[in-house]
């Protein structure tokens, strides 16, 4: 294939939906390579709790913003932005077309519409608006944001903490809402083009739970506990963390610390793998461009209607 100027195709899902499975199969008809839009992903070490790629599907295709953090670090929405695209970029200086996969939703919406000038957090802002999240509850405080910012109210569940968090925040530290911030910046648009496909699960949500319950029993049948305890026993980690926030590894955490049984452990990594998937659908269905390619995995010609926008992608 020749070189090309920069574009990329974008195969978005929810969790547990099948994205990297019809990935692979795209690779087997087409030089690609994937980046990785997870946030988990990034991290080092933590494998079995992210349905990271096996070392065999790495080995078929180049994957790229996978393993490049320890736990202990943050990974942002800015750097995700940065890192995709030089990696456009140089992917299709190598003749190869870019597939952005994955379901980090803030990510994809600051690499599509760039990001707003927010202030930088101050830790002990940030420590005193947790500690009374986890006094009032979160719902509490979602409630606060009806004044302040009354448009993000509307979009933020009552549970959504680190959104909540950051937006009192930023009101706190400056007497402003995100949304008069957001209002204000025009942003960075994408600069390079691209074609969006999405995956949506068929199943209802009592089906999707019960696939949910099954992939999250396979993990800790692959030793999803054991990795969590390796990951505590480097005594730099905690729940505060992005990386240990991450659903499935919060849970496991919290069950070795005692605070639930196996069975608790179990219900509460459903229910919050259920909740981020339904946030990811919702976020699917109303914030993509009016041409996407919509997909679900028992559609016969999945592969082929991939492949027909991929190659679409090529001749832009």
């Keep these: 294939m020749h070189k090309f100027t920069p574009r990329a195709l974008v195969l978005l899902g929810p969790t547990a939906s099948g994205k990297t499975a019809l990935a692979l199969e795209l690779a087997k008809l087409i030089s690609i390579e994937i980046i990785s839009l997870d946030s988990a992903l990034v991290y080092k070490g933590m494998d079995i709790g992210t349905a990271k790629p096996s070392k065999e599907e790495l080995a078929k295709v180049p994957h790229h913003l996978i393993d490049i953090c320890e736990p202990n670090e943050s990974y942002s929405a800015a750097s995700f932005r940065e890192d995709t695209i030089r990696l456009v970029n140089e992917i299709c200086q190598r003749g190869n077309l870019p597939l952005i996969c994955g379901g980090t939703m803030m990510y994809y919406k600051a690499l599509v519409d760039g990001l707003s000038p927010l202030p930088a957090t101050d830790e002990k802002v940030r420590e005193k608006i947790r500690l009374e999240g986890e006094t009032l509850g979160w719902p509490v405080l979602h409630e606060r944001l009806k004044t302040i910012d009354p448009a993000l109210y509307k979009k933020l569940a009552p549970m959504d903490k680190q959104r909540i968090s950051r937006a009192l925040e930023v009101y706190e530290m400056t007497g402003r809402s995100v949304s008069s911030f957001i209002e204000e910046h025009q942003g960075d648009k994408c600069p390079f083009p691209i074609k969006e496909a999405v995956i949506l699960p068929d199943a209802d949500r009592l089906e999707l739970r019960k696939l949910i319950y099954e992939r999250f029993l396979k993990m800790l049948e692959n030793g999803l506990i054991a990795e969590v305890e390796k990951l505590r026993a480097r005594g730099d980690l905690n729940l505060n963390l992005p990386s240990m926030r991450s659903?499935?590894?919060?849970?496991?955490?919290?069950?070795?610390?005692?605070?639930?049984?196996?069975?608790?452990?179990?219900?509460?990594?459903?229910?919050?793998?259920?909740?981020?998937?339904?946030?990811?659908?919702?976020?699917?269905?109303?914030?993509?461009?009016?041409?996407?390619?919509?997909?679900?995995?028992?559609?016969?010609?999945?592969?082929?209607?991939?492949?027909?926008?991929?190659?679409?992608?090529?001749?832009l």
């Design 247 to 315: 659903v499935g590894y919060r849970q496991v955490w919290e069950y070795l610390d005692g605070l639930y049984s196996y069975e608790e452990m179990i219900d509460k990594a459903v229910i919050a793998t259920a909740r981020l998937a339904k946030h990811q659908m919702t976020w699917l269905r109303g914030g993509l461009k009016a041409d996407r390619l919509v997909l679900s995995l028992r559609q016969k010609d999945a592969k082929v209607k991939l492949l027909e926008l991929a190659q679409s992608v090529l001749n």
